[in-house]
C-alpha cells in the first residue's frame, strides 16, 4: 500500500471547492473549470512551498506497523497521532526551556552528589531523562517501522 505524503484533509478540501464550483452556474462557458484548474494549481504551489513531495512512500506490511508508522509520521490521520505531535513539540520546548534555566546563575550549580554521581532525585535530571526517553523512542519508531 502506498501513501502519497500530502495532506489529505486538503486535498479533500478542495475537491470540495472543485465540485461546488462545478456545480454551480457560471457565466462564462468553462469559468468553474478555470476556477478549479487554478485551486488546484495553488493548493499544488502551497504543497511544495510547504515541503510536501509527490514521492510515493511504502507503508509497512504489518497492520500494527502501518497504524505506528502513521501515528508519528502523519498526525492528522488521528487524534491519537495529533496527541503525539503535541507531545513532541511539548517535550521539545520543555526540554529547550530547561536548557536555558540551567545555565542562569541561581541554577548553575551542580546537580551531582558526592562523587560525581547524579542525583537521581534532582527535578533537572528527572525532566531531561524524560526528554532523552522520548526522542528516544521517536528515533527507534522511525528507523524501525
Known amino acids: 500500500m502506498t501513501v502519497h505524503n500530502c495532506s489529505t484533509q486538503l486535498h479533500s478540501t478542495a475537491q470540495n471547492n472543485c465540485d461546488y464550483l462545478s456545480s454551480r452556474p457560471s457565466d462564462s462557458a468553462h469559468g468553474s473549470d478555470v ?3 487554478h485551486m488546484q ?6 504543497r511544495r512551498s510547504e515541503g510536501y513531495t509527490t514521492d510515493e512512500v511504502r507503508l509497512p506490511s504489518n ?10 509520521e502523519y498526525p492528522e490521520t488521528s ?7 503535541l ?13 536555558c534555566i540551567e545555565t542562569l546563575p541561581a541554577f548553575a ?3 551531582c552528589v558526592k ?12 525532566i531531561e531523562t524524560t526528554c532523552t526517553a522520548w526522542y ?9 517501522i
Not at 497492520?63 to 502513521?70: D, F, I, M, S
Not at 528516544?136 to 524501525?144: A, E, V
Open 35 to 37: 476556477d478549479c484548474v
Open 41 to 46: 494549481e495553488t493548493i499544488d504551489r502551497y
Open 63 to 72: 497492520a500494527t506497523l502501518q497504524r505506528l508508522w502513521k501515528l508519528f
Open 79 to 85: 487524534r491519537a497521532g495529533f496527541v503525539i505531535a
Open 87 to 99: 507531545l513532541s513539540v511539548t517535550i521539545t520546548l520543555v526540554s529547550i526551556v530547561l536548557f
Open 109 to 111: 550549580t551542580t546537580h
Open 115 to 126: 562523587d560525581e554521581a547524579p542525583n537521581f532525585l534532582d527535578p533537572f535530571f528527572v
Open 136 to 144: 528516544t523512542l521517536c528515533i527507534l519508531s522511525r528507523t524501525f
